[in-house]
């Protein structure tokens, strides 16, 4: 039996998910809570979720493309990497480069999302157990939001997403992977692969941010995600997706003009093509002291962040409730 820590909304969780589903492997969930993870403490792995404990073999592994490397060499079957070398080592790369770019600003953006139109989500996603559920409840989730709004920019640096230009070096990824999707059916091969898994999930918290979800060069790269999400028997909208799409619906707004975006196409700074032997993360520590050094931050990004509210409209692949 294998048993995966997670955050359940977590897309890198998902990616793991999704193999371990794959694989007909038997798995079971063990629900971390974040800001504390004393589940995941007596491994001395890197603390991060997905982190996966595989009884039979006595192993502790985090970081999810290591994770599914890890399953495909313990368990040969149904295997989630290709078997042919250079297409294996391409998918490998695929999956290096997507964790530590399309995973990194897709969390910053998706969390942004949330913070700008509905923060009282947060407590929900974290804290639905602590006192008994109290955060989660009317007035006390409105007490719990701003507080876990500047723990996540804390720890992400969302008040540098402008800065960063991090719409814009997603938008150049995206498009250019939307534009090679429609030449072939998969990343790298004939069938599915973890690389593909990895894109399908990773792309997932842009599903609620109006500039990806909207955006007329991306809604083949979306249609092909949801395809895979219906064939592969996977969840067709995760708690903030609904969440967030009954507060649009409610309000008949959305966050959806980034006005600093220009037309003109913007070239990377950084080369795709350099070879990763690992993936990159952005976490940086939070402590008491510097979580309330983030307070002009937070009114900043939850209400001057310079993307405009628009017009509620459903985003076209998202399944309604
Ligand atoms: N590269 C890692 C990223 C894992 C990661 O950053 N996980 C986040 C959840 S999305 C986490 O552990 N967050 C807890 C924290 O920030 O302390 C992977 O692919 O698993």
Request: hydrophobic share 40%.
């Amino acid at each position: 039996m294998i048993t995966l820590y997670q955050l359940r909304w977590s897309h890198y969780v998902e990616k793991v998910r999704w193999a371990l589903d794959i694989k007909g492997l038997a798995w079971q969930a063990v629900d971390v809570v974040a800001y504390k993870k004393e589940e995941m403490r007596r491994f001395s792995c890197a603390q991060t979720v997905p982190l996966i404990h595989d009884a039979s073999t006595g192993v502790a592994i985090s970081d999810s493309s290591p994770i599914i490397r890890y399953l495909d060499e313990t368990y040969p079957d149904r295997p989630l990497l290709p078997h042919q070398p250079t297409e294996r080592a391409e998918a490998w790369q695929w999956m290096l480069r997507l964790d530590s770019s399309l995973g990194l600003y897709a969390r910053r953006l998706g969390y942004t999302q949330l913070i700008m139109e509905c923060p009282q989500v947060l407590p929900r996603l974290f804290l639905p157990d602590v006192c008994g559920g109290l955060f989660t409840r009317r007035g006390w989730r409105s007490l719990a939001a701003p507080v876990l709004g500047m723990l996540l920019i804390k720890r992400f640096r969302f008040d540098r997403n402008r800065h960063d230009r991090v719409y814009e070096q997603l938008e150049a990824l995206l498009l250019s992977l939307a534009d090679r999707l429609k030449r072939q059916a998969f990343i790298v091969g004939a069938r599915l692969s973890a690389a593909d898994i990895t894109l399908a999930t990773l792309l997932r918290p842009l599903r609620i941010v109006p500039y990806f979800s909207h955006h007329p060069g991306l809604q083949s790269l979306f249609a092909w995600q949801s395809r895979l999400f219906r064939e592969y028997g996977r969840e067709p909208a995760l708690l903030y997706e609904t969440l967030i799409e009954a507060q649009r619906r409610h309000c008949g707004t959305m966050r959806a003009g980034v006005g600093w975006m220009s037309r003109e196409r913007f070239a990377p700074a950084t080369a795709l093509d350099e070879a990763l032997t690992e993936a990159v993360n952005d976490q940086h520590p939070v402590n008491s002291f510097s979580l309330f050094g983030a307070l002009p931050s937070y009114v900043k990004l939850r209400w001057f962040s310079g993307v405009r509210r628009m017009a509620y409209a459903p985003s076209p692949h998202m399944t309604h409730p």
